[in-house]
Every structure is written in structure tokens, then in C-alpha cells.
């Protein structure tokens, strides 16, 4: 695979992130989680709805030549989406992606970020230095999951330092990042509008 780059997502990415995520999810999740509860974690999620999600939230790609190989979004302050095509697992994509989404989480001024991960995510977000919150059983289209609620404290960067850069030191956000957000305070634990699991049952 080709280096690949991250770009700020697109609503026209709309079918290609929702391929992705359903093929992360069956590929990457199976033997994490029981095989139905996998296959309901993974259909059902249309294009229309994702496309919704890429409108209303901060967003990037990870792309290798065309194909869209990895996404993932900030919402408020929770990484709330991240998932990287199997094909390009294990070689960096979710770092370089969550990076991105780190820098912009700290140009928007944020002094924290959280994650509900799954549990093939976990070691990756404790990678990217979360600390595990607690855990959570929730529902996905009626099938129970175990999550594990994250945060990473962010420290506070120098003025100079509030770019988005991409793997390549490139300012993906430009000024781009969604303008609503630097206007508006962020409460601390917003609900996720976007969240891909259901609500918590326990
Ligand atoms: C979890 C997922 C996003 C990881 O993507 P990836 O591109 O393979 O991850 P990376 O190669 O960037 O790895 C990131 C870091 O996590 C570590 N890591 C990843 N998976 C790991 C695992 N199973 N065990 C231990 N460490 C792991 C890597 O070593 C790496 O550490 P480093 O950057 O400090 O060297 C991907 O497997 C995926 O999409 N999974 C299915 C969907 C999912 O569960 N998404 C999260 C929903 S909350």
C-alpha cells in the first residue's frame, strides 16, 4: 500500500466510509465480540445516515490512491468514529488519523478528549495515551457489547502550535474546522449525537 494521506472527509465519501465500516467491523472485530453480535454491529448503517454524520461532525479520511482506507471524526470532545480497512491494518493509519484529530481537538481548544472504544480499539486509544474511565455493556441493534469509556488529558499548545497537520506536515484544516464549534463553549461530556453504540443497558 501507498503512503496514505489524510484529507478532510467529504459528504461524497458518504459510500465509501460506510463500506469501510462494515468491513472493519466484520473483519477486524470477529473474535472479539460473538459472531451475531458482530454482524448486527455491522448492517443496517446506511449511506444516507453516515453521510448525515460527515455533515454534522469533524471529520477525516485516510486515503491510498482513490480508495478511502481509514475515518475517523471528533464530535464535540469524543473521537467518536475510527476504523481502518483490514487491508491496511497494522501499519499506522488510526495513529496518523487520530493525530489529526488530536491536533484539531487542540486547535478547537479543547483540554480533553474521549473515547467509548470497543475492545479491539482499547489498546490502540491506550496507545494514542488514554487511561481507561470504566467499562460499559450497551446495546447494538439488540445485542450486548462490552465498551470501554477513555479520556486523555490534553495539554493546552502554544498559539503557534494550532494547525492541523496531516502525516505529511501538511494543514488539512486549514480554516476549516467547523466554525460553530470555535463559537460555541463545549460542555464537558456532551452526549455523542453519532454514536455508533446504542444506549447503555447496564
Ligand atoms: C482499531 C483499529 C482502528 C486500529 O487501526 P490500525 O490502523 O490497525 O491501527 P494502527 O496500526 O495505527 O495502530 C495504532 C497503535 O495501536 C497499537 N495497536 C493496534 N491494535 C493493537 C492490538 N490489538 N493490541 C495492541 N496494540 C495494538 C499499535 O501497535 C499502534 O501503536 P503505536 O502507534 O504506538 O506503534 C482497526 O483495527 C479497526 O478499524 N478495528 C475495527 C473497528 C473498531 O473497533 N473501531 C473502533 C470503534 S470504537
Not at 473521537?79 to 488519523?97: E, H, N, T
Amino acid at each position: 500500500m501507498s503512503e496514505p494521506a489524510v484529507r478532510r472527509v467529504l459528504p461524497a465519501d458518504a459510500e465509501a466510509v460506510t463500506r469501510l465500516i462494515e468491513r472493519a467491523i466484520r473483519i477486524s472485530t470477529a473474535g472479539v465480540y460473538p459472531a451475531e453480535a458482530v454482524e448486527a454491529w455491522a448492517t443496517g448503517r446506511t449511506a444516507e445516515a453516515v453521510r448525515a454524520m460527515i455533515e454534522v461532525t469533524d471529520g477525516f479520511v485516510a486515503t491510498a490512491g482513490k480508495a478511502v482506507v481509514g475515518w475517523a471524526n471528533l464530535d464535540g470532545d469524543e473521537v467518536d468514529q475510527l476504523y481502518v480497512d483490514p487491508d491496511a491494518g497494522g501499519q499506522g493509519v488510526a495513529r496518523r488519523l487520530y493525530e489529526t484529530i488530536e491536533a484539531l481537538a487542540r486547535a478547537n481548544g479543547l483540554d480533553q478528549l474521549r473515547a467509548v472504544a470497543s475492545l479491539r480499539a482499547e489498546p490502540a486509544f491506550r496507545r494514542f495515551g488514554f487511561r481507561e474511565v470504566g467499562t460499559d455493556q450497551v446495546a447494538f441493534n439488540g445485542l450486548p457489547f462490552t465498551v470501554v469509556r477513555m479520556a486523555k488529558h490534553l495539554d493546552r499548545p502554544l498559539p503557534d502550535q494550532a494547525v492541523v497537520r496531516d502525516g505529511r506536515g501538511r494543514d488539512v484544516a486549514g480554516h476549516g474546522v467547523k466554525s460553530r464549534r470555535n463559537e460555541m463553549p463545549i460542555p464537558l461530556f456532551p452526549p455523542s449525537r453519532t454514536s455508533p453504540w446504542g444506549s447503555v443497558v447496564t
